[in-house]
């Protein structure tokens, strides 16, 4: 038992510095996408090769983002929030990216709030990696619906279903596992991300998809964190 003790401490100092490192790639990062793309408006030709350079820059982006989701700055801080309020933001942050893709983003909610005790940055990366995976599910378009039912006592739950190419089911064991990708430039993290951040709220997620038809994910939430 000690030596498992000893081997989680060991842990944790890894987790932290990786954490570490993916903070301060952040600034400097945000400085060569910053600089790309105002090159690309100064620079009349190889702006396929910007482009190039922009889809990579955004692929670091999203590994660092969804790795510090994973680092605990300090003890977890739960308080209470409105759900309604944190999955308006996070359509609010995806908007632009749903409307380049021809995807709308339908919300409804049972209640006109749902506070629950949480981490509220924590969640808000669990929905935008949710409904991201949503509007990449679609190339040629479609609808998002984000159902949040607060009618449960002890429960939230967040239902996300998309319109879009589906999960062949023997692929369904692999999702959550770190760097699964079935995407050309995936990461394979934002669900692993989405199973620890839930796991560490007492919730679960629960997910199926029907090939050709759809996927739907439900993230349930203990009220009580
Ligand atoms: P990434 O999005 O970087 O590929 P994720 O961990 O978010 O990594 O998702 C892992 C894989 O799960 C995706 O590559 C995709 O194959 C599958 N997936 C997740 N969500 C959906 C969805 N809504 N529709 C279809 N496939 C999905
Ligand atoms: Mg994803």
Redesign the pocket.
Same mark, same amino acid.
């Given at each position: 038992e000690e030596e498992a003790l000893i081997q989680s401490e060991k842990l944790s100092v890894v987790g932290q510095m990786a954490a570490g490192i993916a903070h301060e790639i952040r600034n400097p990062l945000t400085s060569l996408i910053g600089f790309s793309k105002f090159l690309k408006t100064k620079i009349n030709s190889y702006h396929e090769y910007f482009d190039i350079m922009l889809v990579e820059l955004d692929r670091i982006n &999203?590994i660092v983002q969804?790795f510090m989701a994973l680092a605990k700055p300090q003890a977890n801080q739960f308080r209470r929030h409105d759900l309604v309020k944190t999955i308006q933001s996070v359509l609010t942050l995806l908007e632009t990216q749903a409307v380049i893709n021809n995807v709308q983003l339908v919300a409804s909610y049972d209640a006109e709030s749902a506070v629950l005790l949480c981490e509220e940055n924590q969640l808000k990366q669990v929905f935008v990696?949710?409904v991201?995976?949503?509007i990449?599910?679609m190339p040629k378009g479609g609808t998002t619906r984000i159902k949040l039912d607060s009618s449960d006592p002890d429960t939230i739950s967040v239902a996300?279903t998309?319109q879009?190419?589906?999960?062949p089911e023997e692929?369904l064991p692999?999702?959550?596992g770190p760097f699964? @990708?079935?995407?050309e &430039?995936? @990461?394979?993290?934002?669900?692993? !991300?989405?199973y620890r951040i839930i796991e560490g709220h007492r919730g679960k997620i629960d997910?199926s &998809?029907y090939p050709g038809i759809? @996927?739907t !994910?439900v993230i349930s939430l203990p009220k009580n964190g």
């Amino acid at each position: 038992e000690e030596e498992a003790l000893i081997q989680s401490e060991k842990l944790s100092v890894v987790g932290q510095m990786a954490a570490g490192i993916a903070h301060e790639i952040r600034n400097p990062l945000t400085s060569l996408i910053g600089f790309s793309k105002f090159l690309k408006t100064k620079i009349n030709s190889y702006h396929e090769y910007f482009d190039i350079m922009l889809v990579e820059l955004d692929r670091i982006n &999203s590994i660092v983002q969804e790795f510090m989701a994973l680092a605990k700055p300090q003890a977890n801080q739960f308080r209470r929030h409105d759900l309604v309020k944190t999955i308006q933001s996070v359509l609010t942050l995806l908007e632009t990216q749903a409307v380049i893709n021809n995807v709308q983003l339908v919300a409804s909610y049972d209640a006109e709030s749902a506070v629950l005790l949480c981490e509220e940055n924590q969640l808000k990366q669990v929905f935008v990696n949710v409904v991201k995976n949503a509007i990449e599910a679609m190339p040629k378009g479609g609808t998002t619906r984000i159902k949040l039912d607060s009618s449960d006592p002890d429960t939230i739950s967040v239902a996300i279903t998309d319109q879009g190419i589906g999960i062949p089911e023997e692929l369904l064991p692999f999702l959550g596992g770190p760097f699964f @990708t079935t995407k050309e &430039s995936g @990461t394979g993290l934002g669900l692993m !991300v989405c199973y620890r951040i839930i796991e560490g709220h007492r919730g679960k997620i629960d997910l199926s &998809s029907y090939p050709g038809i759809g @996927t739907t !994910v439900v993230i349930s939430l203990p009220k009580n964190g």
